[in-house]
């Protein structure tokens, strides 16, 4: 199919549009709002039949899945930021209901103070809520996650809610090259949504989301656990199926001249695009260095990320989120997992990028600079003034 | 009953826990004075007021809480509450 | 209307072994209402006694599809199933003719649930919302509501020696949901279970949202005996403090026990009956705050006047 030059929410709108979801609900906020208004103009137009709910919040929009998703349909919705935080009482919900809600969270910063650029802080606010999270670099890779969410998953060894991440403004609003599927390619790798004992079937009549004693509590969460476990290999699987439909290749994290590195930085998002061009040009000038593209973020791929790390002099960890009173969220778990190998690399934190502040090509050589002299401290707050 | 995901997917299994022994008074009723108005039926909280084709035929001790509303509501008074462990 | 003996042989959705206490209103309120539709129904729940107590895991009440999220959006969570079932019909992927409605406290309909009511009133998905209105929050431990009588004491609004309990009168929430100009709003009572079931009906087959409001004494919170909890519903109705009405294409009509008071062929009882038939009004037969009892009959009043008022334009 021929190259688009589209934005990354005109990409996600029109991955939903060659998907046809039964329902999508959603409310308006910036950077997602494309998404909404893109699909929209897909609903007035007719080239979709989904149900579309202009919702009166995103606490309603989220709601509004759930009751739609347990009824039996394909649900979507999108959001950013204050939204997400707004769902957040429902996020586990729909995950302990094993609901197959997809979402696009365009990656914004959260209040206060109020500000309507990229960083994580929202996402990572959701990181423990039993949504499947993946990030994506640039608009290709937001509308190929996109494809793919549906597919992990509706898995019938997963059924669990999939959040896909992209940067807001970085990725949603930049136009890009796109090289969609057609949409016979995204019918036929989705296929047709088979629901579980949906409400719908009167005959059968099911009672969602009852009230749990300590007796069984703790055992509908080991569920859900069991059920978080089988999601890597189903991520691989699909990803494996879709690179033959498209040729292009993903995994949970993405390796970038790493093998003979000795500094390694890892990211998530839109810098990691950045950080490829720093490596580029600090191995033109002799540095051993490389980097690391976490895709997938929860769940967390610790033996991946431990095999990429292992033998390495020193690895930075960029988190674009901060934990006040504690490091980074992507530096305790990438650290976790280095824990696995036998020698442990000096790894650092570098917290980066909040409330959109810009990341350029120097900012992140000086990442590598200071590993290489050791002058890194262990929390570090890149590019912010004193 | 094993733990699933947090579905019961069955219905109407409420029906094996009895709540017949939070009873302290039960509904006795006097067939003689009943005339079959079934009030007791549409006010019981429990649906513990048996009835069959039309006939009042007595009470599900095994989940009626003894909440007196039957008693109360009966036109002809027909419905005694008697204190459990007494004839 | 099918005869009660008749519905006594309708296959129960709402079983017994649900754990509600004794002498509650709600269990007989959602059967009145479940026998407002022969047609196969789903239920959406609010947080609260009524879903604490017919779902608690594995043992459920229910013998119709059933559904809780949360406490502050059983109708967003409705409108969500409501979504589904429109475009899943549509698609030729369900056959049944279905109705939905979603039960929901005063907590969840007055306060914490309003949003959610209103904007899925507004966007006209096809569902009953019925609120179970015991005046307070109940599954926390009577606490105070948007919904809560003045003079009511509850244990966030406790009659002390400064204080005679709540302060303010309770939002008038069957009109503001008759602002949005839905298909159908009442209000109900489940003494009158004729009158109740008949506004299910009309909410059931309104062809769009559609609100009724349902009284419903709480033994517990509102302190009287188990057995009164019908004629204390009843007597709501006989003060005038509850009137049944209904709202219908913009036409406001009071019904039941109500109507015969409006046309004077029913007394209309004194408040101080209703204060004297609940513990948690005990305090307002002191002397000292009979400004407060006195006050109370006054907004009966003016609230009943209006009611009349709009019944005849």
């Known amino acids: 199919m021929k190259r688009l030059a589209v934005n990354g929410d005109q990409a996600i709108a029109l991955s939903w549009k060659q998907i046809n979801p039964d329902v999508c609900a959603s409310y ?16 007035a137009d007719g080239e979709v039949d989904t149900e579309y709910v202009c919702s009166e919040s995103e606490h309603s929009s989220m709601s509004i899945c759930i009751g739609a998703s347990a009824a039996g349909a394909r649900a979507v919705t999108a959001t950013a930021s204050a939204g997400l935080a707004f769902m957040w009482e429902m996020l586990y ?34 990181r423990d809520s039993g949504w499947v999270q993946l990030f994506a670099e640039n608009v290709q890779e937001a509308y190929d ?23 807001g403004f970085i990725v949603t609003h930049a136009i890009e090259s796109l090289t969609p599927m057609t949409d016979e390619q995204v019918k036929k790798f989705v296929g047709e949504y088979k629901a579980v004992h949906p409400l719908l079937d009167t005959k059968e009549p099911h009672a969602f989301g009852p009230f749990d004693m300590p007796e069984y509590y703790y055992e509908h969460k080991y569920q859900q656990a069991m059920a978080m476990n089988n999601v890597l290999p189903v991520i691989k699987e699909v990803s494996q199926e879709f690179e033959k439909v ?97 020698i442990h690399p000096r790894t650092v934190n570098y917290v980066y990028g909040l409330g959109g502040r810009d990341v350029g090509v120097e900012d992140l050589k000086t990442v590598f600079k200071q590993l290489e002299s050791g002058s890194a401290k262990t929390i570090n707050y890149l590019g912010v003034k004193q | 009953m094993p733990a699933r995901i947090s579905v019961i997917m069955k219905p109407g299994t409420a029906k094996e826990y009895e709540t017949g022994s939070w009873r302290s008074m039960r509904p006795v009723v006097d067939k003689d004075k009943c005339i079959n108005c079934l009030v007791c039926w549409m006010y019981c909280p429990d649906n513990s007021v048996l009835v069959e084709k039309g006939e009042l035929k007595g009470f599900r001790y095994s989940h009626c809480k003894g909440c007196g509303i039957c008693a109360n509501q009966c036109p002809k008074k027909a419905i005694t509450m008697v204190e459990e462990g007494k004839e | 209307m099918i005869s009660i003996k008749e519905m006594a042989d309708v296959p129960v959705k709402l079983t ?79 056959q049944d003719d279905i109705r939905f409605v979603a039960f929901a406290g005063d907590g969840a309909t007055y306060d914490i649930g309003f949003q959610a009511l209103s904007g899925a009133i507004e966007r006209g998905h096809q569902f009953l919302f019925v609120c179970l209105n015991n005046e307070a929050y109940m599954n926390t431990g009577i606490q105070r509501s948007g919904a809560t009588s003045k003079g009511a004491a509850t244990t966030t609004c406790p009659s002390g020696t400064c204080i005679p309990g709540k302060r303010e009168f309770p939002k008038d929430i069957t009109k503001i949901i008759a602002a949005h100009d839905l298909p159908y709003a009442a209000q109900a009572s489940p003494h009158n279970w004729k009158d109740l079931i008949e ?44 009137p049944l009405y209904e709202f219908q294409d913009g036409k406001w009509k009071i019904t039941g026990e109500s109507k015969r008071i409006a046309e004077g062929t029913k007394e209309k009882r004194p408040i101080q009956d209703w204060i004297k038939s609940q513990g948690r009004f005990k305090h307002l037969l002191d002397p000292k705050w009979k400004n407060l009892a006195d006050e109370f009959q006054e907004n009966v009043d003016k609230k009943w006047e209006e009611l009349i008022k709009l019944s005849k334009q």
Request: hydrophobic letters at 40%; glycine letters at 6%; charged letters at 20%.
């Open chain 1, 93 to 126: 919900i729909a995950a302990s209901m094993r609901l197959p809600v997809v979402m696009t969270v365009a990656n914004r910063a959260l209040s206060g103070p109020i500000n309507i650029h990229c960083d994580h802080s929202d996402a990572m606010g959701a």
């Open chain 3, 16 to 94: 017994e072994g649900h754990r509600l206490c004794a002498g509650c209103a709600e269990p007989i309120i959602a059967k009145q209402v479940l026998l407002g539709t022969d047609k196969p129904v789903v239920v959406s729940n609010a947080t609260g006694c009524f879903e604490v107590s017919t779902s608690g895991y594995p043992y459920n009440a229910w013998n119709v599809p059933w559904i809780h999220s949360a406490f502050e959006n059983a109708a967003a969570t409705i409108s969500g199933v409501e979504s589904a079932y429109r475009v899943l019909k549509r698609k030729g992927k369900v």
């Open chain 1, 145 to 167: 996650n996109s494809i793919m969410s549906f597919r992990i998953a509706e898995h019938m060894d997963v059924r669990l809610p999939v959040m896909n991440c992209l940067d």
């Open chain 1, 246 to 342: 498209t040729g292009r290749h993903y995994d949970f994290i993405e390796t970038y001249r790493t093998e003979d590195a000795d500094y390694v930085a890892i990211a998530m998002g839109s810098t990691a695009g950045t950080m490829k061009a720093v490596v580029d040009d600090l191995r033109k000038e002799g540095h051993k260095v490389g980097c690391i593209k976490l895709r997938v973020f929860r769940p967390f791929p610790y033996q991946d990320v431990a095999k990429a790390t292992e033998g390495k002099k020193a690895v930075a960890v960029m988190d674009r989120a901060i934990s006040f009173g504690a490091s980074g969220p992507l530096f305790a778990d990438i650290r976790s997992a280095e824990f696995e190998n036998r």
């Open chain 1, 28 to 43: 308006p906020i910036t950077p997602q709002t494309i998404i909404v208004e893109a699909f929209s103009d897909y609903v």
């Open chain 3, 199 to 242: 506004k299910s009906a009309k909410g059931f087959e309104a062809n769009g949202p559609a609100f009724i409001n349902v009284i419903s004494p709480c033994p517990r919170g509102w302190r009287h005996e188990s057995a009164m909890t019908i004629e204390i519903a009843k007597l709501a109705v006989e003060t005038c403090l509850w």
